[in-house]
């Protein structure tokens, strides 16, 4: 079965930067759209970055455009998150999820996901 | 601000048919499926229907449907492990973003 498994989360200081992971398994990697989808504490879902298998680019929220960098590593089923400039607005749990397809139309599987928090 | 509505909550008792809805425009409903979530409190979201289709695992009392720029969740039988928060999403190609909506409450 399908699972993603999320890693790297923790507490930073503003301005820090974080790697987040996604090591996924079940299923053929390179063959789907694979999202990041956070948290806030008390709030709602708030997709982040989709990366696409037949697009070169990477879509982003505004909120996190410049600063946050989304990357594949096909060899390893992994999926990377890269955020710099953290503040305290990305305090949240970020999840991994993969699409239906590619298109980022749908969310099909999701992880557990990891806690960031960026406090002083 | 999001992109799509929903209603803040509804509630209903066991074996009650319940509808949720999710609205949102030509960009995003009105062209594209809609993917339907739910999260009980402390856990991840899971995936219950995928435009009018089941996830394997996610009870046949589940149903999706969609008309014009509306979106909607059907539970006919509600029962009690159905209570959490729902979210509908899907892409918006204005935005060039996934969209979520705010999510509504469900209580049995």
């Known amino acids: 079965q399908v699972q993603l498994a999320e890693s790297g989360g923790g507490v930073v200081q503003p301005g820090g930067s974080l790697r987040l992971a996604c090591v996924t398994s079940?299923?053929?990697?390179?063959?789907?759209?694979m999202h990041w989808v956070r948290q806030a504490p008390g709030k709602g879902l708030q997709w982040v970055a989709l990366s696409r298998i037949d697009d070169p680019n990477v879509y982003y929220a505004d909120s996190v455009k410049g600063r946050f960098t989304v990357s594949r590593d096909n060899s390893k089923n992994t999926l990377y998150l890269q955020m710099n400039n953290l503040t305290p607005d990305d305090t949240a749990v970020y999840f991994c999820a993969r699409d239906r397809w590619s298109l980022g139309v749908q969310i099909a599987s999701w992880g557990q996901g990891v806690p960031v928090v960026v406090s002083s | 601000q999001s992109a799509l509505t929903q209603e803040a909550s509804v509630s209903g008792t066991v074996g009650q048919r319940v509808t949720l809805s999710c609205s949102g425009n030509n960009n995003n409903i009105g062209s594209y499926d809609v993917g339907w979530y739910q999260q009980t409190p402390h856990g991840a979201p899971k995936t219950v229907m995928l435009?009018?289709s089941l996830p394997s695992g996610i009870p046949a009392r589940f149903s999706g449907s969609k008309s014009g720029t509306t979106a909607s969740l059907t539970i006919s039988g509600l029962q009690p492990e159905d209570e959490g928060e729902y979210y509908c999403?899907?892409?918006?190609?204005?935005?060039?973003?996934?969209?979520f909506g705010p999510g509504t409450q469900v209580s049995v």
């Open positions: 435009g009018n």
């Open positions: 079940g299923f053929n990697f390179r063959s789907f759209g």
């Open positions: 999403s899907t892409w918006d190609s204005n935005l060039r973003a996934h969209v």
